[in-house]
Each structure stands twice: as structure tokens, then as C-alpha cells.
């Protein structure tokens, strides 16, 4: 069950849902607009945004394709420049875009490679803005298998649990099996809540020395003082990278 904490004066009353989403991959080209069920991905993926029912959600797009799909299944789209390096700058020039004022005092990044994402699961990320020390919320699950605990395309959580053990405060994020000793490792799963001038805030911040060397875009967050929280989920939600990805999609979210 995903961690949930008691809402403050601190938690955003108009967080957004940003999608960000692009045709180009190496692995599995065109995959956002790839048949799932009837649907392209990235709208099944939007589907399971507006599931958690946290508000607006919005694609962002480098393509038309793309947002030509999402507003023929009755969703909202934004086209964005095609040469953005990550997925974090790509939703900041979309906020810039569609809410240029500052109406939306958070935003929720949900990679658009998630179809089979649990709706409970943005939700649990927002939760730990509730904490006003708290920047970005994000989260991660137990491994329970020896195959992720040594894969580097596994990136692992390094988390400081809080007195309810249900989240904590993160300290590293890495490719390497850590920490070491007797103890759970979490893998870290690639959706953050941000208040929003802490993604101003990162958006203007250089590359990091150990983001460079990991190749973790979180790292710069955390080398430059910001705080990072982690809420503890029950599973990592599959992500669609490869053909075999796929076929995976298709019979969870079948017929």
C-alpha cells in the first residue's frame, strides 16, 4: 500500500500532472504512440494520471503525433521543443506554456512510459509535500529479486526511513548495489512531485559532478541542498522500454 501522509499547509492545492513524452528511442522507436489494448501508450498512460485524480493532467509532447493521439482520445496536449535532454526540462517549458501566472503550485512528472502505473501512486509522491522542508517527493519499492539488487539499470533509493518506516528522507541515489550490510534495498522509480519553485530551481541549476558520473538527473537536486523525500510503494510499475516490455503491457492491460 502506498505511504499517505496528513495533509499541512505546506501540501500544493493545485498540482498539475505533466506527461512528458517524445517518438524518439533507440530501443522501441514511435513507442508513446504503440497499440496497448486499443489505445496508444501514451494515452493509456494518461489514463492512469487522471485515475489519480489529483487534477489537470496534461501531455507534453515533442511531436505532433503525439498530441494529434492524446486530443483524439479527449485529452490535453502541448507541444514542446524537440531537443530537450531530459524529461524535466521538457515539462518545464510546458508549465511555462500553460501556466505562465503560477496558478499550479506543483507538478507531478509521470514518465510517458507508464502504463500500467497505479493511480494511488502520484498521489503518495504529492503526500510528502506536506512536509514544508520537503522539495520533491518520489518513490520507490523493495527488491525482492537478486537480479535487480546487482543490475545497474536498477537505480537504488539510499533512504534514511522516517519513525513510520512507510517513507524517509532520500541521501544518494545510485546504480551500484547500496548500501551494503544486512537490510532492504529499494528501487527507485522515476516519478516526482515538485513544488514548483523547486523545479524552477533545479531547471536552473548545471549538471552535477555525480549526476554526470551516475547518470542520475536527481543527483543534482541533492548536491545542491534540496531535499528530497521518498514514499515506500508496494510495486515499480512496468516501464516500457523494449519490444518484450511490450508484449508484457499488452497482457496486463488486455484483451
Do not use: W
Not at 501522509?5 to 533507440?26: C, E, G, K, W
Not at 530501443?27 to 489505445?39: E, F, S, T, V
Not at 489529483?54 to 483524439?72: F, H, N, P, S, Y
Not at 510517458?112 to 502505473?117: R, S
Amino acid at each position: 500500500m502506498a505511504a499517505s501522509l496528513t495533509s499541512s499547509d505546506a501540501l500544493p492545492a493545485n498540482p498539475i500532472i505533466l506527461i512528458p513524452a517524445r517518438l524518439q528511442s533507440v530501443r522501441l522507436p514511435d513507442k508513446p504512440l504503440a497499440d496497448i489494448a486499443g489505445l496508444p501508450m501514451i494515452v493509456q498512460v494518461m489514463r492512469r494520471a487522471e485515475e489519480a485524480d489529483l487534477g489537470r493532467v496534461v501531455v507534453a509532447c515533442a511531436e505532433a503525433e503525439i498530441a494529434d493521439a492524446v486530443t483524439a482520445a479527449g485529452g490535453e496536449a502541448v507541444l514542446t521543443r524537440a531537443d530537450h535532454v531530459s524529461g524535466s526540462d521538457r515539462i518545464y517549458e510546458a508549465l511555462m506554456q500553460l501556466d505562465p501566472g503560477g496558478a499550479h503550485d506543483a507538478v507531478v512528472n509521470v514518465q510517458g512510459d507508464l502504463p500500467t502505473l497505479a493511480p494511488d501512486q502520484p498521489r503518495a509522491a504529492l503526500d510528502l509535500l506536506a512536509d514544508a522542508a520537503v522539495d520533491i517527493g518520489t518513490l520507490a519499492a523493495e527488491i525482492t529479486t537478486p537480479e535487480e539488487r546487482d543490475n545497474p539499470n536498477v537505480v537504488k533509493a539510499v533512504v534514511s526511513p522516517d519513525s513510520t518506516g512507510s517513507c524517509g528522507r532520500a541521501l544518494y541515489f545510485t546504480r551500484s548495489t547500496a548500501p551494503s550490510g544486512a537490510g532492504p534495498l529499494y528501487h527507485h522509480i522515476g516519478l516526482y512531485a515538485f513544488r514548483r519553485a523547486a523545479l524552477e530551481r533545479f531547471i536552473a541549476l548545471p549538471p552535477s559532478p555525480l549526476e554526470s558520473r551516475e547518470r542520475l538527473e536527481q543527483l543534482r537536486a541533492l548536491e545542491a541542498g534540496m531535499r528530497i523525500d521518498v514514499a515506500f510503494v508496494d510495486s515499480v510499475p512496468l516501464g516500457v522500454d523494449t519490444p518484450r516490455d511490450l508484449a508484457r503491457a499488452r497482457e496486463i492491460l488486455g484483451p
